[in-house]
C-alpha cells in the first residue's frame, strides 16, 4: 500500500474515533436515565463544555432555569440560550477563570434543596475552574501551575497540589453548594477514570493527603513561598453527601472504537494499552520498537496491523522550542523508524488542541526525517530543544483538527502494511 494511502487511513480511523466520543449523545443517553425535575442549573466546566451544556439544555429545555458555562478560548460555538458563557485560559489559568468562577460561585450561592447543580465535567477543568484559596494570588498560581507542567508531573500529581491550594477543587465546590443536589456528568480525560482528579474534583471527595502534596512540591524542587506551603497544609473534603456522579466516556471508548474501525480497514489490531504515562520521548521510542519488531518479525501481531495505545504522555521541558506532547512522541516516533516504508504513526489529543500550539497532534512516517533534512532540519536536535511543532509544520506533518468538543486523553495509532 502506498504512504499516502497509509496515512489517509489512519487519519480516517482517528477522525472517526473523536467523532464517536464527542460528548452530545452520551450527555442525552445518561440524561434519559436520571430523574431532574425543575429549577435545573447547569454549571459546565472544561474543553469539551460547551458541547456538553448544549446536550444538555436542548435535552431538558425549561427545566433548565439557568447556568454557566467556562471553557477554553477558541472553543466556544455560540450563545446557548439561557446559558452565560465564559472562556478563559488553559493549560494556565488566567483573570477570566477567576472571574468566571467567582460568578458560578454566586449564583450556587442563591440555592436551595429545591435546585439541583446539573455539573458538566470535562478535562481542561483544573485550568478553567479555579479560585485560590487563602491569601494566594493569581500570579503566584499561575507560576506554581507553569512549574509543574514542565517538570514531568503527571496529570494525576499536578491536580493533587491544585487541589490544596483551590476553592473549588478537590469537594470543595460540593461544599459550596451544599444543601443543594448536584448531579455530575464526567468525561474523562484522568487514566484510571479516577474521579476525584479529573478537573480536579469540584464535586467529589479527595483521595489525596497534604502530605502527598507536600511530597509533589519536593519530589520535582519545586519553588513555592510560605504562603503556598500554608495553604498545602489543609486537608480538602474526605466526604461528601450532595453528589451523585456519571462517568459517560473515557480513553478507553476511544481505544476500543479504534480496534474495530482498525478492523474494519483490514488490519490485525491490537490495543497495547489504554493507560500509557511516561515522557513523550520515550513513548515515541517504544512504539517504534513494536513496530520494527512487525516489520522485521511479524510479531506481536501479523501485517497488516494496527497497534493503538490510549493515555496520556508528559514532557519535561528543557529546550526553548515549541511543541505538545503529541508532537513530541511524533518526533521521536519519526527518528526511530527513519528509513522504514510502508509505516505511519499518528499521535493526536483528542480535544485537538496539544500544548500551547494550534495542532492536535502528529503523523509520521520513514520518510519524515529525510525530508526534514532536505529542508535543512535535523530532527533530533529539534527534538532535544522541544520544538517538535516546527520540525513537524515543515514537512506538513501536523495534525489540525481544531477544537473538537471532546476531550478522553490522547490517542496514537500505528499502522504498518504487509
Known amino acids: 500500500m ?8 489512519a487519519t480516517e480511523i482517528v477522525n472517526q474515533v473523536i467523532n464517536y466520543v464527542l460528548p452530545d449523545n452520551a450527555v442525552k443517553r445518561v440524561l434519559k436515565e436520571i430523574c431532574l425535575d425543575e429549577n435545573v442549573v447547569i454549571i459546565a466546566i472544561g474543553k469539551a463544555a460547551w458541547r456538553m451544556a448544549k446536550s444538555a439544555k436542548d435535552f431538558l429545555g425549561e427545566r433548565v432555569t439557568k447556568g454557566i458555562v467556562i471553557t477554553k478560548y477558541g472553543h466556544s460555538e455560540g450563545k446557548i440560550e439561557g446559558l452565560e458563557i465564559y472562556e478563559a485560559g488553559h493549560p494556565i489559568p488566567d483573570e477570566n477563570t477567576i472571574i468566571a468562577t467567582q460568578r458560578v460561585l454566586q449564583m450556587v450561592s442563591e440555592m436551595d434543596k429545591k435546585n439541583t447543580v446539573l455539573f458538566l ?22 507560576n506554581l501551575t507553569d ?10 500529581e499536578i491536580n493533587t497540589v491544585r487541589k490544596h491550594l483551590s476553592s473549588v477543587k478537590g469537594g470543595r465546590f460540593a ?6 443536589r448536584i448531579v455530575s456528568l464526567v ?13 480536579s474534583g469540584p464535586a467529589w471527595p479527595d483521595s489525596s ?4 502534596a507536600l511530597k509533589i512540591i519536593e519530589k520535582y524542587k519545586i519553588d513555592v513561598d510560605d504562603s ?20 459517560i466516556g473515557s480513553v478507553k471508548v476511544a481505544c476500543e472504537r479504534a480496534y474495530q474501525l482498525a478492523t474494519q480497514f483490514g488490519y490485525n489490531a491490537l490495543i497495547i494499552t489504554t493507560t500509557l504515562s511516561c515522557e513523550a520521548r520515550e513513548a515515541g521510542k517504544f512504539i517504534s520498537s513494536i513496530v520494527k519488531e512487525i516489520v522485521e518479525n511479524n510479531r506481536p501481531i501479523s501485517k497488516p496491523a494496527a497497534l493503538i495505545l490510549g493515555g496520556e504522555t508528559v514532557v519535561h521541558v528543557t529546550g526553548s522550542g515549541k511543541g505538545g506532547r503529541n508532537q513530541e512522541l511524533a518526533l521521536s516516533a519519526a527518528t526511530e523508524i527513519d528509513g ?37 532540519i535535523d530532527p533530533v536536535k529539534m527534538l532535544l530543544n522541544n520544538d517538535s511543532y516546527n520540525a513537524l509544520k515543515a514537512v506538513g506533518d501536523l495534525v489540525v483538527t481544531g477544537p473538537t468538543g471532546t476531550n478522553v486523553n490522547d490517542l496514537i495509532l500505528a499502522l504498518i502494511d504487509r
Open 2 to 9: 502506498a504512504q499516502e494511502a497509509l496515512r489517509k487511513n
Open 121 to 142: 465535567v470535562s478535562g481542561g477543568g483544573s485550568a478553567l475552574f479555579e479560585k485560590p484559596k487563602g491569601k494566594i494570588t493569581l500570579g503566584q498560581l499561575q
Open 147 to 156: 512549574q509543574l507542567l514542565k517538570s514531568g508531573a503527571t496529570i494525576v
Open 175 to 180: 461544599q459550596s453548594v451544599y444543601p443543594a
Open 187 to 199: 468525561l474523562s480525560d484522568v487514566l484510571g477514570d479516577r474521579l476525584d482528579s479529573i478537573a
Open 209 to 212: 493527603t497534604s502530605e502527598d
Open 228 to 247: 503556598i506551603l500554608k495553604e498545602l497544609s489543609e486537608e480538602t473534603p474526605k466526604r461528601l453527601e450532595n453528589v451523585e456522579s456519571y462517568l
Open 340 to 376: 522504514l516504508e510502508d509505516v505511519v504513526i499518528c499521535s493526536v489529543g483528542t480535544d485537538g488542541t496539544d500544548g500551547p500550539t494550534d495542532a492536535a497532534g502528529g503523523i509520521i512516517d520513514g520518510t519524515s526525517c529525510a525530508r526534514m533534512k532536505a529542508l535543512g
